[in-house]
Structure formats: structure tokens, C-alpha cells
């Protein structure tokens, strides 16, 4: 069932309809964070129906171990997962001995509001309980942008048509599990329970990796505006610590709680005891009145805003759809801590286990890059550099030696977790990406200080893992790469899959460059990078004979690259002959059947046309894309914003138009109907990019900003800022007008519809 309840509003998610069958959606879509840690819009007081509790601390996980039915050597031992962490926002409510529950009763008004804008989430309803009691509750929940550790919770209890005596247990619970564990393990031990009248710590630590995490709380109640201080009945539980208050409220009046809560983890940096930290925050916090604690999270999100808003003017689901992505974005990852990353949910849900894949660099990067300070793309590229090391093992593991090194596909700290054959071992391209992102960073920042101080270590690291896996075909006269799987993952072990040989082939050129510049222009550390990498220009001989001679498979009738050798062999039925019935092919097809038909699952070859559109011409494009697109069946979120990007290049604005709605509002709409597992994080950075690089059309080459005015029919306008060498500029697109401020001190050159 789509999520057609909810109200388009530019700056809002607002649903108005208490519907059962739609809580763990919207547990989802509700999901609130700040890059350290975020949970699901779970309600704060209990509830017997069917939900998915979910909190997450950014970078604590556990190993759990791989189910594999036959083991193959080089597998990893565990899959490292997020953990859904002790339950910090949980208030039981009874009223008049009836417990408070939405699944129980009659509900007559219902409506929960995540304003974009500020940052805040809200709930209101008027509940008829089994007792005959009716209660209006008013909850607002926000998880500081400020401090990271940080939530709040303010919430409101009017007794509607009787006094009634309203007994209130804040707690925290650690009786907690994942979802998707696969043994049943324990992830989590509790190690001690803290409690005093104004203060709740639980510390757990995390079976095998030993994170240590304080869980608080602290609590304040109001009558009628005025502090009340009633004794609290103590309980005692083994995983919940918990606080009883027990108030008679007249009918008319209000019961006003507020808690304020969170998380503090062992910080190396920092290793303060995480309890006496808590205590800290909650010291600094709790005796501030809530309307100051929301007035200082309204002025961080503005901040935000400020530079990364867009503004669309004559389309308001696109409208909203762009903010929101957008601000899960932010919500997902601050940049902060270069040990942190991005995973395909966020802190939406467990699958994928919270991992980071390929996704961060491909997708995400360029709009951390583009709309904050440059120091959050770094962090993003020093992640991959901190985790050189795992890498360079992760190749020795699969026969790789010299220092080569392959990153992992799905990784926590750097070692594989992902046990699929076709994709630990075949998607290799994954390491292409990474360079890409460089490439990328450096060239809208000019920052070369990250190249020569650890960039390089990465690109002579994996440009020696390309140079072993390429392969010299004597009947070819070329060289190969065997045994892959490219992006499209309906195609496994296949060879010379033509985007992976691209990349490596590019990848050994780009790094050949970058070496010479240090050598050139920086020779300290040119010595320095020798020493600590062993390099030898010898090794110049063999990437120049991969650089001339790579093997790029090309139908010379149909005057395009093909995807991989045997392409062609496939029976050509375009998507559009497909029963509605088959689709989704990856639910109704065995897998040998996907892998022998012609269907893609996202862009391949497209994502190198997409990579390096400089070095292929506007014809060569339409005509690859009107080849490969009619195979795509875009089962992967990640699939229609490429395609969108490139549709807007070649003039096709409807279908590119069609697509970035699929991508926007992939989870708003729910497409895939899966929107109850967690939001599809990384694919919201693909919407980001078909509005910039689609729809207004912007690309960059050497020292020249390209944009192209390329709107679609309902917008009226399309306004946006980016950062661009630590300045920003402002680009204000209609359907007859071009607007660009340049807020920098240098000069910059903007090419404008080929002017």
C-alpha cells in the first residue's frame, strides 16, 4: 500500500490518519538524527501492535558470524552490523490504571508533523481508552544538531472529559534486539545501573568489539506550567532502569513531562568515564526551559538551510521531495568524525547492517562536497585512507600482493563483511569509485594537500591492484579483466565488463598523473611516499601497457560499447514486453534466469558515461543511453537518478522528469513498498544530484563551471547554492531568465547554455 495519506506541503511530512497497517512505514519516514546517532519515529509510550523498534549509535557494531551454507576461502568470518542500541525515549503512561496505548481504544484524531525545516518531530492525538477516559496527548521529540549525544522529549497529557489519576514510567530499556541477527546472539551485555532522583545511566558494552555505551536519562514534570516534585516509586529490573510519578490531574488541565536523553560512547580521544559525561550533559541541559532547547535546534537547521536548500518554484511534490531528501541527508551524516560514515538506511533500519558501501563515494560525496565546508568531504576520503591497511589484507587474502589493495564491498572498520561471492569477490569496481571521488573532491576544491599527505597512499595502493588483476588476452593482443560483476548486478562473473576495465584503465592513468605532481612539484613528500610505499617507477612500465592496450569491448554494427563480452548473445526483449505480473524481476524470476536475460538492474555502462562525460560526445551518449535504458528494469534505488541526469543531457526533460520523481519520493511514495524496513539514504543524494547536474545541467571541467538551463515543464523556477573552492555560488534558473551570484573573492569562469 502507497503512502498516498500523506499531505504535500513544502516544508513538512504530515500524516493525518491513524492507519495501523502503516505504523512501521511511518516509524520510518518520521526517522529523526544527527550523524552520530538517530532513531525510527517509535512512540514514546508503550504500544501492543506491530512495530519495529529502532535506535542507532553511529560506528558501534558487532560481528556477527556469516551463515554461509558452503564456505569458500577469502569469506569473511562476520558480518559487522549496526546494533539497535538500549531504548532511550520509552514512557509508559497509565491512566486510571489503563495502560495508554494507540492499538487499544478509539482513537479520534490523530497527526504527526516532521518539520523539515526546524529539525522537529511531532505527534498529536485524542485517544477514548478501553476505561472510558479520553486523554489529548501532545508529543515533540528532536535529536540535537548541537550536541551530538543529546535528545529531548517534551510530553503534554490533558485530561479531556474526566479527572482521572495518571501514573507516568519514563524508563530506559536494554532488553533490545536486532531484527536481522543471524544466531540469535546477544549483541549487548549490561555492565551497571545508575540511578539517582534526577538522573537514570545505564552502561552496556558490546559483546566481542566492547564498545562501551552509557544510556541516560533525566526527567522533569510540570502541572499547569509549575514544577511539581512528586517521589518517585522506585522499580528494579535486571535491563530497565525506570522512574513511576503518580499525579491526579483535574479534568482541563495538563501534565507537561519533559526527558531529556541520548547516548555516550568510549571515545579513544576523549576517554572520559561515559556516565560522568552524561552526567554533564544533563547538567547542562535539563534546567534550560524546552522552548530554548528547540530555539537553539530551529537555529542550527537554519544554518543548514542556508546553503543547501532548493528552492522550486510551480511543483510542490518535487518541492517537497527534494527537501526531504535533503534533510535526511544531513540527519544521516554531520562530518564530523572521519571514523563514521554513510549507510544505504542511515539510522532508519538494519538492512544492510548500517555497513558502508560503494554508494558514499559514487553518490553522496559531491553533496556533502557542494553544501558544506570542504573538511566533511575530507572526512569522507580519510575514512577510506584510515582503512588502507584492512584493505591491503583484504587483497592478500585473495592472492594480491606488492601492497595492492581492494577495498571492501560492505565494511564497518575496513574489513569485508559481505559473503556473496558474486559481489565480495567480482564487484571490484568498487575501488574505481573511490578514486573517482578524489578525483572529484580535488577538482572542485583544488585541495591537492589530501593527495599529497594521504590521497596517494589510496591510488598507488589500488592502482597495484589493478595492475594484477588486469590480465594480457594473447587472442585478443589486449588486456583483460576476467571473472567480474559490474554495477548491474543481474550479471555475475562475467568478462570484461567494459565500465570496470574504463575505470581501471582511467584509475592507473589518474594516479600516474598525481604521482608525477608530487614528484614535480612537492619532492619531501615525494620521498616520503617512496619510503612508505616501496614505490618504484619501474612499475610506470606496466600500467603504460595496460593504459595503451585495455580491452574495451565495442559492437562495431551498433557503433556502442558493450556491456560485457557476450552481451549480444542475450535474447534483446526490451523491459516494456514484460508482464506486469514479473515485476519485480528479482522477486519472480529464479536467479538463473536473471542472469542469463538481457535486463539490467541499474546503470553500467551509463555510469561511465555518466563518470567521464567529458571524454564521450552528445551522440555517443543518446545513443548508448537509447540502447541500455529500454533493458533497465531499475530494480536497484540507486538506478533512476543516473538515468535521470543523462535523459536531461541528451533533452529528453519528461523522462528525466518521470525518473527523478521515482528517486525523490522513492520512500515518501513507497514505490518499492518496502519503506517500513528504513529509508534509502544513499539513493537520496542521486535525487540531489539529477536536480544539479540534470536539471541544471551543471558539470565541470578543468577550471570552467558548465551549467545547462534544463527545467522541467511544471517548474517555474529553480534556485540552489553550492561551495565551490570555499566560496559560494548562487545559481536562480527560469523558464527565461539565468541568475548566478558569486559569492568568492577570485575570479570564476561559468559557461551557461554554451555561453
Not at 552496556?204 to 533525566?218: D, G, P, R
Amino acid at each position: 500500500m502507497k503512502n498516498n495519506h500523506l499531505l504535500i506541503d513544502p516544508w513538512k511530512i504530515i500524516e493525518n490518519t491513524f492507519d495501523k497497517s502503516k505504523v512501521k512505514s511511518s516509524e520510518s519516514l518520521f526517522s529523526i538524527g544527527n550523524g552520530y546517532m538517530g532513531q525510527r519515529a517509535n512512540f514514546e509510550e508503550d504500544y501492543s501492535g506491530n512495530t519495529f523498534q529502532g535506535s542507532y549509535i553511529g560506528g558501534v557494531y558487532y560481528p556477527d558470524k556469516t551463515k554461509v551454507g558452503w564456505w569458500k576461502n577469502g569469506y569473511p568470518e562476520s558480518f559487522a552490523k549496526v546494533l539497535n542500541a538500549p531504548n532511550w525515549i520509552g514512557i509508559s503512561i497509565k491512566v486510571n490504571g489503563e495502560l495508554l496505548d494507540l492499538n487499544k481504544g478509539i482513537v479520534k484524531h490523530f497527526q504527526r508533523v516532521l518539520d523539515m525545516q526546524k529539525g522537529i518531530y511531532k505527534r498529536k492525538f485524542q485517544i477514548i481508552l478501553v476505561n472510558g477516559i479520553e486523554i489529548l496527548v501532545e508529543v515533540t521529540r528532536f535529536i540535537s544538531l548541537n550536541e551530538n549525544s543529546l535528545g529531548g522529549i517534551e510530553y503534554k497529557l490533558l485530561a479531556v472529559n474526566t479527572d482521572c489519576q495518571i501514573l507516568i514510567e519514563p524508563y530506559i530499556d536494554a532488553g533490545i534486539v536486532n531484527q536481522d541477527s543471524n544466531w540469535d546472539d546477544s549483541f549487548w551485555k549490561i555492565k551497571s545501573l545508575k540511578k539517582t532522583k534526577l538522573f537514570s545511566g545505564l552502561i552496556s558494552e558490546t559483546n566481542k568489539t566492547k564498545f562501551e555505551v552509557c544510556t541516560y536519562m533525566a526527567n522533569k514534570l510540570f502541572y499547569e506550567k509549575k514544577v511539581i516534585d512528586p517521589l518517585p516509586i522506585k522499580s528494579k529490573s535486571k535491563s530497565k532502569i525506570s522512574q513511576s510519578f503518580k499525579i491526579d490531574i483535574q479534568k482541563g488541565k495538563t501534565l507537561k513531562f519533559i526527558k531529556i536523553g541520548g547516548y555516550v560512547k568510549t571515545n579513544v580521544n576523549f576517554p572520559k568515564n561515559p556516565i560522568e559525561e552524561a552526567k554533564e550533559i544533563v547538567e547542562k541541559h535539563i534546567e534550560i526551559d524546552f522552548e530554548k532547547l528547540l530555539k537553539t535546534q530551529i537555529e542550527s537547521w537554519k544554518k543548514i538551510w542556508e546553503v543547501s536548500d532548493i528552492k522550486i518554484e510551480g511543483d510542490p511534490k518535487s518541492q517537497q521531495a527534494i527537501r526531504y531528501n535533503i534533510f535526511q541527508l544531513n540527519q544521516t551524516y554531520s562530518g564530523k568524525d572521519p571514523k563514521l560514515n554513510i549507510s544505504p538506511k542511515g539510522f532508519t533500519g538494519e538492512k544492510y547492517g548500517g555497513s558502508t558501501y560503494w554508494d558514499t563515494e559514487a553518490y553522496c560525496l559531491p553533496f556533502y562536497m557542494l553544501t558544506k565546508d570542504q573538511s566533511v568531504s575530507k572526512n569522507l576520503l580519510k575514512y577510506r585512507y584510515f582503512q588502507l591497511d584492512k584493505a591491503i589484507e583484504n587483497a592478500e587474502k585473495l592472492g594480491f600482493d606488492k601492497g595492492a589493495a581492494l577495498f571492501p564491498m560492505v565494511t564497518m572498520n575496513g574489513e569485508e563483511c559481505h559473503n556473496e561471492w558474486e559481489i565480495t569477490f567480482e564487484e571490484i569496481h568498487r575501488n574505481g569509485a573511490i578514486v573517482y571521488a578524489m578525483y572529484n573532491y580535488l577538482r572542485y576544491t583544488k585541495d591537492f594537500d589530501y593527495i599529497k599527505e594521504m590521497g596517494i597512499e589510496v591510488l598507488i595502493a589500488v592502482s597495484r591492484f589493478w595492475a594484477q588483476r588486469f590480465s594480457f588476452s594473447r587472442d585478443k593482443n589486449k588486456y583483460v579483466i576476467l571473472g567480474v560483476t559490474g554495477p548491474n548486478e543481474y550479471e555475475n562473473n562475467v568478462n570484461n565488463n567494459w565500465y570496470t576495465n574504463y575505470i581501471a584503465r582511467w584509475c592507473l592513468i589518474f594516479t600516474k598523473e598525481q604521482i608525477k605532481k608530487i614528484q614535480k612539484f612537492h619532492f619531501k613528500d615525494f620521498s616520503r611516499i617512496i619510503k612508505k610505499t616501496n614505490w618504484n617507477s619501474n612499475e610506470f612500465n606496466l600500467w603504460d601497457e595496460i593504459i595503451k592496450n585495455t580491452y574495451l569491448p565495442y559492437d562495431n554494427e551498433k557503433k556502442i560499447f558493450l556491456q560485457q563480452d557476450g552481451f549480444l548473445d542475450k535474447e534483446l526483449i526490451q523491459v516494456s514486453h514484460l508482464k506486469k505480473s514479473e515485476r519485480p524481476i528479482n522477486q519472480n524470476w529464479s536467479w538463473d534466469r536473471i542472469l542469463r536475460s538481457v535486463y539490467i538492474k541499474q546503470a553500467d555502462v551509463l555510469q561511465g558515461f555518466y563518470f567521464f562525460s567529458e571524454n564521450f560526445s552528445l551522440e555517443e551518449l543518446k545513443k548508448h543511453y537509447k540502447f541500455y535504458e529500454p533493458f533497465t528494469v531499475h530494480e536497484s534505488s540507486l538506478s533512476p537518478s543516473i538515468h535521470a541526469i543523462l535523459a536531461s543531457r541528451i533533452g529528453m526533460i519528461d523522462e528525466a522528469y518521470k525518473l527523478y520523481l521515482q528517486t525523490s519520493r522513492l520512500d515518501l511514495d513507497d514505490y518499492n513498498i518496502e519503506s517500513d524496513e528504513g529509508l534509502h539514504i544513499t539513493s537520496m543524494a542521486g535525487s540531489w544530484l539529477t536536480i544539479i547536474e540534470g536539471f541544471g545541467g551543471m558539470k565541470i571541467t578543468g577550471d570552467t563551471l558548465y551549467f545547462e538551463n534544463k527545467l522541467p515543464k511544471k517548474w517555474k523556477s529553480l534556485s540552489f547554492k553550492i561551495n565551490i573552492q570555499g566560496s559560494l555560488l548562487e545559481i536562480n534558473l527560469s523558464k527565461n531568465h539565468n541568475n548566478f551570484i558569486w559569492k568568492g573573492d577570485s575570479k570564476v569562469k561559468i559557461i551557461i547554455n554554451g555561453k
